[in-house]
């Protein structure tokens, strides 16, 4: 993905924890994500197994996707600890992608789910040191520069610093493990 | 400076002579396993990436193994086998371990194999792994499922990957990976009777949090461990992902050795022994004195909720889960008849043998002369085919599947919301035994109270 332009649009917002049974419940793993007309299911589906009362934070009952939708109308997910911890399901990361959401700002990232984003080239996972979910409500309008490290609350004027995606982000510029396998002359 | 074993494998799998924890290197993996749920995905990006026409790496270092929607409905989980039955027959792949009884042309639920000592399919991969020569100690096992770290009990690095990664394996055999910084747990002292390798794995997430482990190698030793046979190792194993863990692994003895070559197959390639050096450098070491743990259960919605059996005697349950990767081996089939032996369950009370083989021990394996199938029944729990089933939830029609917002005692290995189906249902991780009990009694039960044996029922 280009790292280099910059992500706005609205934000939805979730807590710690989500692990990957809520970004995609594992009844939906049946569809293929190498067929075309499946793949667009995992983008109705994202974050569709979070409990309603958390589904976009802080007031809860957002639905990500809309009933029989296939795209998402939030650009950012804003979220807490651990994000992605659980399954190693690619599901994950390629259904926010595939409703069009292509940046995460958490306060951390579960392994699997984070080199996922970053070999698939599905989303920049991007990370802020301290928690900041509380400080945006699901709607806010905001900006992501990734190259910048910076995340905007455009709707309230808040500014917050992102780590630098360092190695992990030469490969995501890439398109994923493969472009950068070949960049690099290991393919 | 020392190295720890996984730095030493990760070594000489990059044709180094050291490594450092948080460099990015590209070693060479012995062993790519996937099942029906990434399976597909990653054939199809290996033939997207290499070919339709392209030859895999290696089709005798590729094992598949479908488990996880074997008995539903689901005409696209039927499909699924469909994909992997065609890829293996033009791949020529060696391990294939085909739901044979399948018509991938049928509607409904398949009926299951008629005979398990004769089928070609296997049941969880986690499972079917070791029981069929797949782990062995020194080599790099990646898996396309989270609980692939259950494999470090052999002494390997095993862990989960996603779809490309698999993909980018199938093609070439090599993937980058980070050195992980080790965290060393050691369980001093003789493993109470009454406790199981869940309990202390349970025990660690719970003092370290659920990502206290993130992105490291979790190293487990002492006595208490040393002591367990291959399946309570697995299970300490297996759960390491629950605190974030890139890895488990446990240094191969005697009892590894023995294992591994009871299940070597023809041809299996040599292994190597390695082990932690002396002065190999830890992140940190954690160390617990197990005649202070008791029976030990994780409540809803995170693994690391821990808690007393004891602690929560008061809290009621509707059903009662026996199976996984984590909690339906032999061993955990074994602790739990030990149980319910001449008593009655008062929940729904789900028995899943993880393997065919497993399946095939509830036949044969004994507790005060009876067989483990023959106590179950008695005791009227409802014995389903081997395969994941209900552990992750899966399609609505899966056996053991809460789909209404249930308490759910059980000896799997995850219990965020929606895991075992509905996404207010309530589920509690803990033992074979602490489950076998709470069974009983439509409460959390601490096993004690039904369970009075001399030694630990996993030992070696």
């Known amino acids: 993905m280009n790292t280099n332009t910059k992500i706005k649009g609205k934000v939805y917002v979730a807590g710690d924890n989500i692990d990957t049974d809520q970004i995609i419940p594992a009844e939906f793993l049946s569809y293929n994500p190498s067929d075309a007309d499946e793949r667009k299911f995992f983008g109705r589906y994202a974050m569709s197994g979070v409990p309603i009362a958390q589904s976009g934070l802080p007031q809860g009952n957002v639905k990500f996707t809309p009933d029989d939708a296939f795209a998402s109308e939030f650009a950012v997910i804003v979220a807490g600890a651990n994000f992605g911890c659980g399954s190693s399901r690619e599901h994950a990361p390629l259904a926010i992608a595939e409703a069009g959401c292509t940046a995460i700002v958490a306060e951390s990232y579960a392994r699997i789910f984070y080199r996922n984003c970053i070999n698939g080239g599905y989303c920049a996972p991007c990370e802020c040191e301290e928690k900041i979910y509380d400080k945006f409500s699901t709607g806010d309008e905001v900006e992501l520069d990734i190259a910048a490290g910076v995340l905007k609350n455009i ?22 493990v493969f472009d950068y396998a070949k960049e690099t002359g290991m393919l | 400076m020392g190295m720890t074993i996984t730095e030493k494998i990760m070594a000489r799998h990059a044709g180094r002579s050291d490594v450092t924890p948080g460099e990015n290197i590209w070693c060479d993996i012995d062993v790519l396993m996937t099942h029906d749920i990434c399976g597909p995905g990653t054939i199809g990006i290996f033939e997207e990436r290499f070919g339709r026409d392209a030859k895999v790496f290696d089709p005798e270092k590729i094992v598949i193994v479908p488990d996880h929607y074997i008995f539903t409905a689901d005409p696209r989980a039927r499909r699924n086998i469909g994909i992997l039955r065609d890829f293996a027959k033009r791949q020529g792949l060696r391990f294939f371990y085909d739901p044979d009884f399948i018509d991938i042309d049928s509607d409904g639920i398949p009926a ?49 990957i996603g779809n490309t990664d698999a993909g980018f394996v199938m093609g070439t055999g090599k993937l980058w990976l980070k050195v992980p910084t080790t965290q060393k747990f050691v369980f001093n002292g003789e493993l109470p009777p009454y406790l199981m390798a869940k309990d202390l794995i349970l025990h660690v997430i719970g003092e370290i949090g659920f990502d206290g482990a993130t992105y490291q190698a979790m190293e487990f030793t002492g006595d208490a461990v040393m002591s367990l046979n291959m399946e309570e190792r697995c299970t300490i194993c297996n759960m390491a992902i629950e605190a974030g863990g890139k890895s488990g692994i446990i240094a191969p003895d005697d009892v590894t050795i023995d294992y591994v070559n009871d299940r070597a ?39 690391d909720r821990r808690v007393l059996a004891r602690e929560i005697s008061d ?30 369950v008062k929940v729904d009370t789900f028995i899943v043998p993880a393997t065919t083989e497993v399946d095939c021990d509830l036949d044969s394996c004994k507790v005060n002369g009876k067989t483990l199938r023959e106590i179950f029944v008695a005791a009227g729990c409802e014995v389903g085919p081997a395969s994941c089933a209900a552990c992750l939830g899966g399609p609505q029609d899966t ?30 991780l803990a033992s074979p035994l602490t489950a076998a009990a709470s069974a009983i009694t439509g409460y959390i039960t601490d096993p004690r109270e039904y369970y009075a044996p001399d030694k630990a029922v996993g030992l070696a």
Do not use: W
């Open chain 2, 315 to 344: 809290v009621k349950i509707d059903r009662s889960y026996i199976g996984s990767c984590t909690g339906g081996k032999t061993i955990d089939m074994i602790a739990a008849a030990t149980v319910l032996d001449g008593q009655s």
């Open chain 2, 265 to 303: 197959r023809e041809n299996a390639p040599e292994f190597e022994i390695v082990e932690s050096d002396s002065d190999a450098k830890y992140e940190a070491v954690c160390e617990f004195d197990v005649s202070k743990i008791e029976p030990t259960v994780a409540q809803p919605h995170c693994p």
């Open chain 2, 112 to 160: 299951p194999y008629a005979d398990a000592t004769t089928t070609s399919y296997r049941g969880v991969c986690h499972s079917a792994l070791p029981q069929n020569g797949h782990t062995r100690p020194g080599e790099i096992l990646l898996g396309t499922d989270s609980h692939t770290c259950t494999h470090g009990a052999f002494g390997e690095l095993a862990t989960g």
């Open chain 1, 155 to 176: 709707t309230t004027g808040a500014e917050f610093q992102l780590r630098s995606l360092g190695d992990a982000g030469k490969i995501l510029a890439a398109g994923g």
């Open chain 2, 399 to 428: 056996f053991g599947r809460a789909n209404k917002p249930v308490n759910v005692v059980s000896t799997t290995n995850r219990n965020f919301p929606g895991r075992m189906g509905h996404k207010e249902a309530g589920i509690f």
